[in-house]
Nanobody, 116 residues
Framework: QVQPRESGGGLVQAGGSLRLSCAASGSIFSINIMGWYRQAPEKQRELVATITRGGTTNYADSVKGRFTISRDNAKNTVYLQMNSLKPEDTAIYYC??????????WGQGTQVTVSS
């Protein structure tokens, strides 16, 4: 099983930037897709962005053009560069790592707060 661990959250003003990181440990040989999800208060968890081992990316419409996902396969790490942040981006951001057999490991989450 893969265990992701996030870092990099915090408080930022609207229009600012943050970079999240997520390092995976455990059964790292089986890592396939890595991604970011977020959950705002009283809302369901939603997809932010994903990236395959080969580098194919997918983004939620709400973050396209502002967020960039990337990964370093040698370090088993995925990043989320968040620019032009908006108050509605405020949420707990979770890292998700999928194995080649479809088992998903979730991180514990990191808080991102964007003030207006």
């Amino acid at each position: 099983q893969v265990q992701p661990r996030e870092s990099g959250g915090g408080l930022v003003q609207a229009g600012g930037s943050l970079r999240l990181s997520c390092a995976a440990s455990g059964s790292i040989f089986s890592i396939n897709i890595m991604g970011w999800y977020r959950q705002a208060p009283e809302k369901q968890r939603e997809l932010v962005a994903t990236i395959t081992r080969g580098g194919t990316t997918n983004y939620a419409d709400s973050v396209k053009g502002r967020f960039t996902i990337s990964r370093d396969n040698a370090k088993n790490t995925v990043y989320l560069q968040m620019n032009s942040l908006k108050p509605e981006d405020t949420a707990i951001y979770y890292c998700a790592v999928d194995s080649i057999v479809g088992v998903r490991g979730w991180g514990q989450g990191t808080q991102v707060t964007v003030s207006s």
